[in-house]
Antibody, heavy 122, light 107 residues
């Protein structure tokens, strides 16, 4: 059974940093691109960014709203994806979901974690 | 960047109704269109990928159509468990924006 479990959320002051983890199981983690999606309270879904599999260079892409502040990385030996968030702003307050990007070539997000809440407030 | 526009933003319907939600892309995205369902307090769930392919385990009352810029999600006969928020998303090119969502409520 495919499972994605996020951790690392919490309350953080503006300007500080936080690192989220996404621990995967039930599939060959290294074969898949992984994305992060967030949802501010009462709002819609916002794609944050993704990291390709090593077979495709392990490269990353980000939404404009987080580019230069957030970094996605992966440790295939541990089946973990990370979201390093620096210079946090109040508008980064959201539930952050880790997702698996299916690899049939259509790039949909076929599995999601349960989400972890990040609250940026002084 | 490609923008996604969903309509309506909210919809009231009854059990057994046929419901259609539309999604428009600001430029052609071929068939790189996905639909997700989200219930309160839960993670989204993939319903349809590649505009019209039903994700494994999703009931056949859900269907998707369209290509290029205009897409639809249809629920043929609403069931009580279908009342939720639905999002479209393009996966043609990054960034991968979602539509603003359609909240489907019980009439």
């Amino acid at each position: 059974e495919v499972q994605l479990v996020e951790s690392g959320g919490g309350l953080v002051q503006p300007g500080r940093s936080l690192r989220l983890s996404c621990t995967a199981s039930g599939f060959t983690f290294g074969d898949y691109a992984m994305s992060w999606v967030r949802q501010a309270p009462g709002k819609g879904l916002e794609w944050v960014g993704f990291i390709r599999s090593k077979a495709y260079g392990g490269t990353t892409e980000y939404a404009a709203s987080v580019k230069g502040r957030f970094t996605i990385s992966r440790d295939d030996s541990k089946s973990i994806a990370y979201l390093q968030m620096n210079s946090l702003k109040t508008e980064d307050t959201a539930v952050y979901y880790c997702t698996r990007e299916e690899n049939s070539g259509w790039y949909s997000f076929d599995y999601w974690g349960q989400g972890t809440l990040v609250t940026v407030s002084s | 960047d490609i923008q996604m526009t969903q309509s309506p933003s909210s919809l009231s319907a009854s059990v057994g109704d046929r419901v259609t939600i539309t999604c428009r892309a600001s430029q052609s995205i071929s068939s790189y269109l996905n639909w997700y369902q989200q219930k309160p307090g839960k993670a989204p769930k993939l319903l349809i990928y590649a505009a019209s392919s039903l994700q494994s385990g999703v009931p056949s009352r859900f269907s998707g159509s369209g290509s290029g810029t205009d897409f639809t999600l249809t629920i043929s006969s609403l069931q009580p468990e279908d009342f939720a928020t639905y999002y479209c998303q393009q996966s043609y090119s990054t960034p991968y924006p979602f539509g603003q969502g359609t909240r489907l409520e019980i009439k």
